[in-house]
């Protein structure tokens, strides 16, 4: 990832690395004590931390570097502010929303919004784009499915498929994106992107467009919104603004372009 000073943005990257943490990884035991104090972590010392986690303060200290913060102490304010931003936020956000709602009318309402969107997407849907988006797949010697854990999950069965395939496909999360060590591209080479909200990740998004063009790399993004000069193909779906609703037309998406790749081999 991309070091930017946007607490939001590194604290979510911190919960990502740490929930890809297996048990065998010292990292895993301190994510895990870290997690136990998130309700009040500003009191937090390292040496706690290292006791709890049975590791030295040594390795706490290169843990938190590796999660993109230049010390623990900057590590606990950015996620003291996040969560505190983002609690305020999204409890706002929620009795706006829902006030007077009993749970059963609130979940008809996120059904509503979540049907609307795979309508829209529906509506929107460009058939014949997706058809030559599908045949770039094929004709590739790789393929990079590009986006935040979410979204690369709606994709996972599609990459599955274009294996089945012949074709070589990779996942390529944002938060794992640096500037020194993009993945290897060339003109038989495919970056697909997947943005629900063009205001994620808008450097990574940017710096791998401008390494394909630079390789001669074709590009496809997914976006519910933006400017259709970013990418050799722009594939809108969903409803601008919407933002997390658009998980729901990822996965229509990613089973139409599945079909059409099967598809494909009757015509």
């Not at 230049?70 to 969560?83: C, G, H, I, R």
């Not at 935040?148 to 994106?177: I, P, T, W």
């Not at 590009?219 to 919104?225: A, G, R």
Request: with cysteine; net charge negative.
């Amino acid at each position: 990832m991309l070091k930017l000073p946007r607490p939001e943005r590194n604290g979510k990257h911190f919960v990502s690395y740490c929930n890809k943490r297996n048990k065998s990884d010292n990292d895993y035991s301190i994510a895990q004590a870290v997690f136990r104090h998130m309700g009040d972590i500003l009191p937090l010392s390292q040496e706690q931390l290292a006791a709890e986690s049975h590791q030295s303060e040594a390795s706490a200290s290169r843990f938190f570097r590796r999660c993109g913060f230049a010390s623990f102490w900057e590590f606990k304010t950015q996620m003291v502010n996040f969560l505190t931003q983002r609690r305020l936020r999204k409890t706002q956000e929620t009795l706006n929303r829902y006030h007077g709602m009993t749970d059963r009318e609130v979940s008809r309402e996120l059904c509503r919004h979540a049907v609307q969107n795979l309508e829209q997407t529906t509506e929107r849907m460009d058939l014949a784009q997706l058809a030559r988006v599908v045949e770039l797949f094929r004709q590739s010697e790789q393929v990079y499915f590009v986006g935040d854990m979410r979204e690369l999950e709606c994709f996972y069965s599609l990459q599955l498929d274009l294996m089945c395939k012949g074709q070589a496909v990779y996942h390529c999360n944002f938060d794992e994106v640096e500037k020194d060590e993009l993945p290897a591209m060339n003109e038989k080479t495919v970056v697909c992107i997947f943005s629900v909200s063009e205001r994620y990740y808008p450097e990574e998004r940017q710096l791998l467009l401008e390494e394909a063009r630079a390789c001669r790399a074709h590009t496809v993004w997914f976006t519910q919104e933006g400017d259709a000069g970013e990418a050799e193909e722009t594939c809108y779906y969903g409803t601008a603004q919407s933002k997390n609703m658009g998980y729901y037309s990822l996965l229509l998406l990613e089973q139409v372009m599945s079909a059409m790749l099967y598809r494909s081999d009757d015509a």
